[in-house]
């Protein structure tokens, strides 16, 4: 089992509709998590961490579940310029990030 | 400030040929990191640094060797190139300091590399 998994997709979504990615983890003891965006052929940037409290930036909701050991991703509205992967980041252990393979979103007009 | 720099940017090799990857950040941060991503597999840790003059392995480890003599820089060697390791390559840096500067994890544009 990898120790990050997520739903490749493609998510095909309508501009405005609102789209969920989930990621679930298998290391228990696992500290701190984050979504990265990557667009086509370029280098992932972090979108936001996600707190066990749950966290919002603007159209972007993160929530954690350490019971079901997952990290969720909600977007509100979308635009096209939302359409990219979406990567699940989760650091286990000393320094060590362990990316998911990324769930791909398309948003279309 | 530049972030994180890769070169070279695009490179094609032959079987058996070596070449070196530089990584270059600007940020003094402490720790680097050098990931391969393909396609189906996401990003896999080849190598990374806490510090100058350290390295440790990462998951996919063999046949790539690395240095940190200088801080700012990470270099990924790849002594005797092999069509598996064709791939995109992507250095990264992070900082030690606490907050939430920690926790984000800084990436260059990327070198693709074709071995033939």
């Known amino acids: 089992r990898k120790e990050v998994e997520q739903d490749p997709g493609p998510f095909n979504v309508p501009e405005g509709a609102t789209v969920a990615f989930n990621c679930t983890y298998s290391?228990?003891?696992?500290?701190?998590f984050f979504w990265y965006r990557q667009d086509c052929r370029k280098e992932p940037k972090l979108l936001m961490s996600?707190?066990?409290s749950g966290n919002e930036d603007g159209r972007f909701t993160a929530q954690l579940n350490r019971a079901s050991q997952y990290i969720s991703l909600l977007i509100r509205d979308s635009k096209l310029s939302d359409s990219a992967t979406y990567l699940c980041?989760?650091?286990?252990?000393?320094?060590?990030?362990?990316f998911g393979t990324g769930t791909r979103l398309l948003v279309s007009p | 400030n530049a972030g994180v720099t890769q070169t070279p940017k695009f490179r094609v090799l032959k079987t058996g040929q070596s070449m070196t990857l530089l990584c270059a950040q600007d940020?003094?941060?402490?720790?680097m990191y050098w990931y391969r991503q393909d396609p189906g597999m996401g990003l896999r840790l080849i190598h990374y640094?806490?510090?100058?003059?350290?390295?440790a392995k990462g998951e996919v480890p063999d046949g790539y060797n690395v240095s940190r003599l200088k801080k700012q820089n990470f270099l990924l060697g790849l002594e005797s190139a092999a069509p598996s390791q064709t791939s995109v390559y992507f250095c990264?840096?992070?900082?030690?300091?606490?907050?939430?500067?920690?926790?984000?994890?800084?990436f260059g544009p990327g070198t693709r590399l074709l071995v033939l």
């Open positions: 990264a840096s992070r900082t030690l300091t606490s907050g939430r500067a920690r926790e984000t994890q800084y």
């Open positions: 290391n228990s003891a696992s500290q701190s």
């Open positions: 980041v989760v650091i286990t252990g000393f320094q060590k990030l362990v």
């Open positions: 996600v707190y066990s």
């Open positions: 640094s806490v510090g100058e003059g350290t390295t």
């Open positions: 940020m003094n941060h402490e720790y």
